[in-house]
Structures are given as C-alpha cells and as structure tokens.
C-alpha cells in the first residue's frame, strides 16, 4: 500500500522562485493535511481540507495556497519563496469519523531550502 | 486556544529499563482526543498510542501506556522495556479538530 505520497523529497529554490509540493493518497480519506516542522519544534498546520473543493487555514498559512480538485491529490503552493520558508513539510491524510478520533497517516516529508 | 507542551527536549534510558515522556495540554473543550506519535530519523510520522477523553482506562499498546490525568490536563507516555529501536523524537498531540502538536522530546537509547 502506498498511503501518503509527496514530492519531491528534497529541493532548493531561491528567494522568489516558485513551486509546488505534491500530496497523493490511495485510501480514500476525505481529510487531508499540510503540515511544516521547523528545526527542533512540532509540526504547525498550515492548510487542511476536508473534502474535494473544500480547503481551509490552518495556524500558518500565510505564504502558501493549497487546491483539492480531487479526493486523492492536495498539492502545496508556495508562490514568492522566502528563506522563512526553509523547514521540511508534511502532507497527512485521515478518514473522517464522528467521533473526531482520526488517526492521521503521514508521508514521508519533503525538505525544502529557500537560499 | 489549545497548547501542548512537552518540557523535556531530551531524555535517555538504558536499553530494557523504562522511561516516561511528560505532557501537559490547555483547552476548554471537554471532548477531545490526545495522541503520541513518534518521529525515528527517517522523518516518517508514526502513530504510538491514542486516548479519547471521555474514557477513564489509560490506553496501552504492547510496550506503551499513557498515564491520562484529564483533571490535570496531563498525559504522559510511559515505554516499557525500552529498546534501541524506540530511539526518535516523541510528539504529544492533542485535537478536537485538526491536530495541534507539542515541540517533541527527543529520547535516545543507550544499549
């Protein structure tokens, strides 16, 4: 099984170039999540989406756009990059379940520098 | 607003002994789930253990049990019999919805 999917899992961009970070996933979860760790600190949320065509801010979108034309892709934007930026970002997935007990599983990162 | 934290940034144990992570957590809500997930040096996010608040028996998973004190706002991780392969960065999370994470106690085993 596949699961969650990113790339890439490494790149270098510079200050003002964009790109877009890729999320798939293969169970069919409604919920999807974009996530950024910076150097010795937990994970931030950044966008999440609770179905297709349905996204919303999470705690630290500024700088970023996120799209969900299908259940299983949720790609990342970020459009002027900036060295604030540099962290390594996850995408996530879980089902969703009345009682709010999702287990969200987790691609492997991608690590991202902005120079 | 909701905040987890772990104020143990490092912890280590001898290999087969146990060892307990520490977190605290802030909230207002009365429903809510709390999650340790653990993060080894391959950056990949693997879930441990779960509770759900409403319920009063600490969750166990094999060598891993959660000592909730909800009264408190505490639940701490408590690994048993640890071994080398438990080495990784510990994350405390809580979520009504989404998750909000804490910073991370990074353990290390000593064989």
């Known amino acids: 099984n596949a699961g969650v999917t990113q790339t890439p899992k490494f790149r270098i961009l510079k200050i003002g170039q964009s790109m877009t970070l890729q999320c798939t996933q293969d169970m069919n979860h409604n919920y999807m999540y974009w996530y950024r760790q910076d150097p010795g600190m937990g994970l931030k949320l950044i966008y999440y989406s609770v179905g297709a065509g349905i996204t919303d801010k999470g705690e630290v979108p500024n700088g970023y756009n996120v799209s969900r034309s299908t259940t299983e892709d949720f790609p990342l934007r970020l459009e002027l990059a900036a060295p604030s930026q540099t962290s390594v970002y996850f995408c996530?997935?879980?089902?969703?379940?009345?009682?709010?007990?999702?287990?969200?599983?987790f691609g492997a990162g991608s690590r991202l520098t902005v120079l | 607003a909701q905040t987890v934290t772990q104020s143990q940034p490092e912890m280590s144990v001898q290999e087969a002994e146990t060892v307990t992570l520490s977190c605290t957590y802030d909230t207002s809500e009365s429903d809510y789930y709390l999650f340790w997930y653990k993060q080894p040096p391959s950056r990949q996010m693997i879930l441990v253990i779960r509770q759900e608040a409403y319920k009063q028996q600490n969750a166990t998973e094999n060598r891993f049990s959660v000592n909730f004190q909800k009264a408190a706002k505490s639940f701490s991780l408590k690994i048993s019999d640890s071994q080398l392969g438990d080495a990784a960065m510990y994350f405390c999370?809580?979520?009504?919805?989404?998750?909000?994470f804490g910073k991370g106690t990074r353990l290390s085993v000593i064989a």
């Open positions: 996530a997935s879980s089902t969703y379940r009345e009682s709010g007990a999702n287990v969200l599983t």
């Open positions: 999370a809580y979520r009504t919805r989404p998750l909000v």
